[in-house]
């Protein structure tokens, strides 16, 4: 991270000027924020079922301002994961960056959150019940190294552009290779969305590429929306190629309460000399539930997720659970 402090210097000066005519009554000032994640479920597969209370997810952070436009957060992250074919509890500093934001044109260095996974977590609106299939599929790491910015050009459209090493918040062995990243937020018409993303790592040959194009509608009557994804040479293996699909929608039958469902489909390339695609994920996926809040910030909802793997060999995967979400 080189570029970092050439970076905070930069922003140093960019303020400096208007430090002396800073309105005397700002502060400086932090609070702290955190996240709850917890389920109970009951999954059936093969004729066995087995049943579990999980905290998949909980995190707790501050975010402090220095002045106006400088900011800076720390947030850690613990969540499960499998090793060894156990699932665990792990933590992570999942955050840790300093931000320049004057309300147009923002800078943030450090441990930062991948845009496109905020925004699709943002358009799903679902992230307690499951990961956008960008991310659970591994084509994006959720947060890395590096640097980002975001600023508008118009009325409707926000562009944002980011190098980070490319390996995630839990690698950060350096191997001098970058991940380049850009993705834009158009904005034609009230109630309507359309992303577009790209991103490029390794070298020439056997270089990973990654493209998301999404459009959704959010509306008082129904959401709904529609994404694309692909990765080619991933991992940057040539010919290791996969691509995705997502339909989503959430109809409200209450003031307090919604329906919702999403359906994914994974398909990956057959590799040269095998007999079946590379990607032990292939296959469609099934998200659909009752989403209630009963105050805010506080999200309860029963529901139901199956996984219809592509292969023949593999059986079906059908979960009934009770997802609970809190932040504060």
């Known amino acids: ?37 917890a389920n109970y479920h009951t999954s059936f597969s093969g004729g066995d079922n087995v049943s579990a209370f999980e905290v998949t997810r909980s995190y707790f952070g501050y975010d402090f301002s220095f002045s106006k436009e400088i900011s800076s957060r720390v947030m850690y992250d613990g969540t499960t994961e499998v090793i060894n074919g ?25 441990l930062i959150g991948m845009e496109q996974i905020s925004m699709m977590e943002k358009i799903w609106s679902y992230r307690f019940i499951t990961k956008p299939p960008i991310d659970y599929s591994g084509m994006i790491m959720p947060a890395d190294l590096g640097l980002m910015t975001k600023f508008p050009a118009g009325e409707m459209v926000t562009f944002d552009l980011a190098v980070t090493n490319g390996r995630g918040f839990k690698d950060v062995t350096p191997n001098g290779t970058y991940r380049l990243s850009a993705g834009f937020t158009l904005i034609p018409a009230d109630n309507m969305l359309i992303r577009g993303f790209y991103d490029m790592m390794g070298p ?125």
């Open 1 to 37: 991270m080189k570029i970092l402090p050439a970076v905070v210097a930069i922003l140093t000066l960019m303020t400096a000027p208007s430090a002396a005519q800073e309105n005397n009554e700002f502060k400086p000032s932090g609070k702290f924020f955190g996240l709850l994640f």
């Open 86 to 110: 156990k699932t665990i509890y792990s933590g992570y500093l999942r955050n840790a960056y300093l931000q320049y934001d004057n309300g147009r044109f923002l800078v943030r260095g450090g």
């Open 204 to 328: 020439a040959g056997r270089m990973q590429r990654t493209a998301s194009i999404v459009a959704a509608w959010t509306g008082q009557r129904f959401n709904a929306g529609a994404e694309y994804l692909r990765q080619d040479n991933a991992s940057m293996f040539e010919g290791q190629d996969y691509s995705g699909i997502s339909l989503f929608a959430s109809v409200p039958v209450a003031e307090k309460v919604k329906l919702f469902a999403r359906w994914d489909r994974i398909m990956s390339a057959t590799m040269e000399g095998a007999e079946d695609p590379w990607n032990n994920r292939d296959g469609s996926y099934i998200f659909t539930g009752i989403d209630i809040s009963p105050v805010k910030n506080v999200r309860i909802s029963p529901n139901f997720t199956g996984y219809l793997p592509a292969g023949s060999g593999s059986d079906n995967i059908s979960t009934i659970g009770l997802n609970i979400m809190a932040k504060f």
